[in-house]
T-cell receptor, first 111, second 113 residues
């Protein structure tokens, strides 16, 4: 199973862009990268996912390197409510529920 | 559309007892999975159900079991509770087509005394 590596914690000023990196050097060609976040022991919230192209939705942007060994989640204008643990996950097969969560990045947004 | 619901939200049990947790998926979702979250082990996959059949199972002892009903609702059961079973138990559902996304419920906080 492809593993992900993320920094343990990051800080970001409110209103600034938060850039959260993730390494997934053993990812296979057909495996997607997913991002979830968890706010204070609530259920994880889906943010975005991608395969090889950059993706954007109303919450965030996902930039995947050309070799697919790393990616960056971008929150364009961080708010205090974005303070959470962010998980980068490589999904094990596209027709299974099994997500392997790492330790995630604790993002602290400060005023 | 309502999200994934889990009941109860909080539960306190004593060692040796058993517990049943319930999960109602998002309407139209056919696949349900369960996860355990503890401070020491983080989020770990328990099992996955589709069409009332278990399709995948994580590395947990046989005391952990589950089932899915014809309306896609799911229950998980933990027998002979141990202190280490204290955790947040999360349920997630998805529609079950290739490439879709899982959506998580708020979880059930189980405390074993």
């Amino acid at each position: 199973d492809a593993k992900t590596t993320q920094p343990t914690s990051m800080d970001c000023a409110e209103g600034r862009a938060a850039n959260l990196p993730c390494n997934h050097s053993t990812i296979s060609g057909n495996e997607y990268v997913y991002w979830y976040r968890q706010i204070h022991s609530q259920g994880p919230q889906y943010i975005i996912h991608g395969l090889k192209n950059n993706e954007t939705n109303e919450m965030a942007s996902l930039i995947i390197t050309e070799d697919r060994k790393s990616s960056t989640l971008i929150l364009p204008h961080a708010t205090l409510r974005d303070t959470a643990v962010y998980y980068c996950i490589v999904r094990v097969g596209m027709n299974t529920d099994k997500l392997i969560f790492g330790t995630g990045t604790r993002l602290q947004v400060f005023p | 559309k309502a999200g994934v619901t889990q009941t109860p939200r909080y539960l306190i049990k004593t060692r040796g007892q058993q517990v049943t947790l319930s999960c109602s998926p998002i309407s139209g979702h056919r696949s349900v999975s369960w996860y355990q979250q503890t401070p020491g082990q983080g989020l770990q996959f328990l099992f996955e159900y589709f069409s009332e059949t278990q399709r995948n199972k994580g590395n947990f002892p046989g005391r952990f079991s589950g089932r899915q009903f014809s309306n896609s609702r799911s229950e998980m059961n933990v027998s002979t509770l141990e202190l280490g079973d204290s955790a947040l138990y999360l349920c997630a559902s998805r529609m079950a087509f290739l490439g879709d996304t899982q959506y998580f419920g708020p979880g059930t906080r189980l405390t074993v005394l």
